[in-house]
């Protein structure tokens, strides 16, 4: 079992950043797929970026590249979203999860974060 952990969430103006952290725990992999999800209220959950074990990133919304950096530090069990010029609609609770393999898809992921809140004003 993989207990995962996210941090970092809060409540931001239009233009800042912050910077999530997934820590994990438990029976732990470097070489889990590590991905972050995110919701809005209303919305289906949807894919934002995913990391392999050696640190090669995905990033699933042209909207979010070039915004958003996906990075693991595999000596702490840790993954971190690094957001920049953060918009209203990027407003949503952001899980992180892992899996076997890299997909877009939230069943492809075995363990899932309990969510940070991410709220952005305007």
């Known amino acids: 079992q993989v207990h995962l952990v996210e941090s970092g969430g809060g409540l931001v103006q239009a233009g800042g950043s912050l910077r999530l952290s997934c820590a994990a725990s438990g029976r732990t992999s470097n070489r889990y797929v590590m991905v972050w999800f995110r919701q809005a209220p209303g919305k289906e959950r949807e894919s934002v970026a995913a990391?392999?074990?050696?640190?090669?990133?995905?990033y699933y919304s042209d909207s979010m590249e070039g915004r958003f950096t996906i990075s693991r530090d595999n000596a702490k069990n840790t993954v971190y979203l690094q957001m920049n010029s953060l918009k209203p609609e990027d407003t949503a609770v952001y899980y992180c999860?892992?899996?076997?393999?890299?997909?877009?898809?939230?069943?492809?992921?075995?363990?899932w974060g309990q969510g940070t809140q991410v709220t952005v004003s305007s």
């Open positions: 999860a892992a899996g076997g393999l890299v997909s877009p898809t939230a069943q492809a992921y075995d363990y």
């Open positions: 990391v392999t074990w050696y640190g090669g990133s995905i």
